[in-house]
């Protein structure tokens, strides 16, 4: 019960905040819109919907990141945390209470972006189901990323390097809106050492579904959201015992 | 019987000791002020006392549970009202009370019930739908302390609890501290002289991080000749020059 108390407030901060919203669904919704029309209106194939939702849904997950971590950052440098810690919540209440309230939100994010497509013309089938559920494992490597970030970093510092530099690193490095193999070099190299490329490939693998490929890159996901999962916990620990 | 007792409490941040061997015994029911300028270590000895840090040497005894191996016990009686205001902004007051209630275990009705009888002893039933962030920093004050009432706790800390508040609301919690004496133990710290004469039942002196004095303010002034609390706590602090 305290915990989901907690998560709960958790969701209302997040949910209230306009930038949030604006940031966390309007932007991602507004680029596949313009990303659309664009495409109508050139002769090669760019910006197909089937293959540009399901990045512009891994793309959005990085808005996670900006929230969990000002959510955290905020709360450390305001006196409600020093209050909560003297409450009977625990650092496992903490940790779930904050990561928590931001699946659903991710979930919710891909639900309405898949949803714009297909207003846009992206086929209804069974596979948008799977799409949104295989999101998961990088919805968890994100919000994971954010405790990490918001439990290290000033609130003016988490704006830097989660709102701008953070989403850009998951724009160019995911393939979403270039081929890599176009640049490649160490570029490629680069891009497929991190999880972006192969969430975005395994969104797409779902939504084709076509699910030995997507199989191939789920396991670097799942290995970056564990590892970020980790170092998050023990940082999130490591502050809360210094405070 | 003590509800509070500090033994030999020490805390260091690198080479500088913000307390300093504190020794206390605080008794139930008792209004406790401590009181000192600033670097004196009020804060950090109510931070000890409620768990938030651990203290380098030394042990107290909050409810008779020890703040450094029980932490888990101490938190379920206690509650904190910090120095700044510490309250969720994106949440109405109301919001942020459930919240206290929510983590304390209350189930809804009990909950309810808490919420109403606080916000009728605080008055703050004209902003109970606001969020807490939209209001002044007075009634964000009012509504931190409120949120550290809420709980009920046996031993209420409260860490200058009435800098930014305009006199009437000053009056108005001075009242609900005179209400809560006797049923609960309050440590309040305070750079107001007149507050800790009006509400405490016993007066620390803290300069340097060591308790200079402890006493009624009668007894302090009393002991040092002086006309009031004031001019007995700047003898005090100056007596004990470097």
Redesign the interface.
């Known amino acids: 019960?305290?915990m989901?108390?907690?998560a709960?407030?958790c969701a209302?901060?997040i949910l209230?905040?306009p930038l949030s919203l604006g940031f966390g669904l309007g932007f991602p919704l507004a680029l596949l819109l313009l990303l659309s029309s664009l495409q109508a209106n050139i002769p090669v194939s760019l910006f197909e919907i089937g293959t540009l939702t399901p990045g512009i849904t891994v793309f959005g997950l990085s808005f996670l990141t900006l929230f969990a971590a000002t959510l955290i950052a905020k709360d450390r440098e305001?006196?409600?945390l020093?209050?909560?810690?003297?409450?009977?919540?625990?650092g496992c209440d903490f940790i779930l209470g904050y990561m928590l309230p931001l699946l659903p939100i991710a979930l919710g994010q891909a639900a309405v972006c898949y949803l714009a497509a297909i207003c846009l013309g992206l086929p209804v089938s069974g596979h948008i189901v799977a799409a949104i559920a295989g999101l998961i494992p990088m919805a968890v490597f994100h919000i994971a990323l954010g405790l990490l970030c918001g439990s290290m970093l000033s609130v003016k510092q988490v704006g830097g390097l989660c709102g701008a530099l953070l989403t850009n690193l998951s724009a160019w490095l995911s393939g979403v809106w270039f081929d890599l193999e176009l640049v490649g070099g160490f570029f490629e190299r680069a891009a497929c050492a991190l999880p972006f490329v192969h969430a975005a490939e395994l969104e797409k693998a779902l939504l084709a579904g076509d699910t030995a490929l997507a199989a191939d890159h789920v396991l670097p996901i799942v290995l970056y959201s564990a590892a970020v999962t980790v170092a998050a916990v023990l940082c999130f620990l490591r502050q809360m015992k210094n405070? | 019987m003590q509800a509070i007792e500090a033994r030999s409490m020490v805390k260091r941040y690198q080479d500088v000791t913000a307390v300093d061997g504190l020794t206390l015994q605080i008794r139930q029911g008792e209004v406790f002020s401590l009181l000192g300028v600033n670097g004196a270590g009020k804060t950090t000895t109510v931070k000890m006392l409620s768990c938030l840090t651990r203290p380098t040497a030394g042990d107290a005894f909050v409810g008779g549970y020890s703040v450094t191996t029980q932490t888990e016990q101490v938190k379920r009686l206690i509650a904190v009202s910090p120095q700044e205001t510490a309250v969720a902004p994106n949440l109405t007051v109301k919001e942020n009370l459930a919240l206290i209630c929510g983590i304390h275990g209350y189930p809804g009705k009990e909950r309810d019930a808490r919420i109403d009888a606080l916000t009728a002893r605080l008055g703050l039933s004209s902003v109970l739908h606001r969020k807490a962030g939209k209001l002044s920093g007075g009634w964000q004050r009012r509504v931190s302390i409120a949120m550290a009432l809420i709980s009920e706790p046996r031993i209420l800390f409260l860490d200058e609890p009435t800098l930014g508040l305009d006199v009437l609301a000053r009056q108005e919690l001075w009242d609900t501290i005179r209400g809560l004496k006797g049923k609960i133990t309050i440590v309040l710290t305070t750079h107001y002289m007149e507050e800790a004469e009006a509400l405490s039942d016993r007066v620390g002196i803290m300069k340097n991080g060591r308790l200079l004095a402890v006493g009624t303010a009668e007894e302090l002034i009393g002991q040092t000749g002086a006309k009031d609390l004031a001019a007995a706590f700047v003898s005090i602090v100056r007596e004990d020059a470097p």
């Not at chain 1, 020093?82 to 625990?90: A, E, G, H, V």
Request: aromatic content about 8%; charged content about 35%.
């Open positions: 019960m305290r989901m108390t907690f709960g407030r209302r901060e209230r905040d305001s006196a409600l020093q209050r909560l810690y003297t409450t009977p919540l625990t405070r």
